[in-house]
């Protein structure tokens, strides 16, 4: 099953801030964050697996809410290199384990002006 | 970090013949390998996902007999697509998983085919 990410674009000026969600309807085991550049392959970011979990550092951070079917990835004070395509892979009930898998949403394409 | 190379990078070729596309984590050994399709401006579509020593599991739609996937050992992963068409032309993607760090994935650069 899909997740939802939203929005499905964001321009930002250099040094504002941009949080993007990513959504599912079932409790999920693991949500990853990619970023996705144009031409390029996707760079992996982060990887949250626990409920309520916060992870990250100042500038790109990401949340786990508690119940597991909802993620944040924040961007804080963004610089022009944050422009691309931010994806969320989720690993969900059915394709945990040996049947493991992630199924990307449809991603949010960030635009950082000067 | 993990290291995921992708051979080649760019491919041109004609109508009716095959290209092999491969795959391999140069820092790590990968239990699993995958391999997506994406489409200009869209989502990342999981084609197969293969464990090395076994075979395939392709995901509904994926025509076996068309992507051929052989994962020979813990760094190499092949994608093969025969008598390719041009609706095949696309970007493929590989992507590693760590044998040791279970949850990450990591990401080949990809491969730009293009069917004339």
């Known amino acids: 099953q899909q997740p939802v990410q939203s929005p499905q674009a964001v321009i930002l000026r250099e040094g504002e801030d941009a949080v993007i969600n990513c959504s599912s309807s079932?409790?999920?085991?693991?949500v990853h964050w990619y970023r996705q550049k144009h031409g390029e392959a996707p760079v992996f970011l982060m990887i949250?697996?626990?409920?309520?979990e916060q992870k990250g550092h100042e500038k790109i951070s990401a949340s786990f809410n508690e119940k597991k079917q909802q993620s944040s990835l924040y961007l804080t004070a963004s610089q022009l290199s944050y422009s691309g395509t931010y994806f969320c892979?989720?690993?969900?009930?059915?394709?945990?384990?040996?049947?493991?898998?992630?199924?990307f949403g449809k991603g949010t394409l960030l635009t950082v002006n000067p | 970090g993990a290291v995921v190379s992708q051979h080649p990078s760019r491919v041109i070729c004609k109508s009716g013949t095959s290209v092999k596309i491969e795959c391999r984590s140069l820092?790590?050994?990968?239990?699993?390998m995958f391999w997506y399709r994406q489409f200009p401006k869209q989502s990342l579509m999981l084609m197969a996902t293969?464990?090395?020593?076994?075979?395939?599991?392709?995901e509904q739609g994926v025509e076996k007999d068309k992507f051929l996937i052989n994962h020979a050992s813990l760094t190499l992963s092949t994608l093969t697509v025969t008598s390719a068409h041009p609706e095949d032309s696309s970007f493929y993607i590989c992507?590693?998983?760590?044998?040791?760090?279970?949850?990450?994935?990591?990401f080949g650069p990809g491969t730009r085919l293009t069917v004339t």
């Open positions: 949250l697996l626990k409920g309520g």
């Open positions: 892979g989720t690993e969900g009930p059915n394709s945990g384990g040996s049947n493991y898998k992630l199924t």
């Open positions: 079932k409790a999920l085991y693991s």
């Open positions: 992507s590693a998983r760590s044998q040791v760090t279970t949850y990450e994935q990591y």
């Open positions: 820092d790590f050994q990968a239990t699993t």
């Open positions: 293969s464990n090395e020593g076994s075979k395939a599991t392709y």
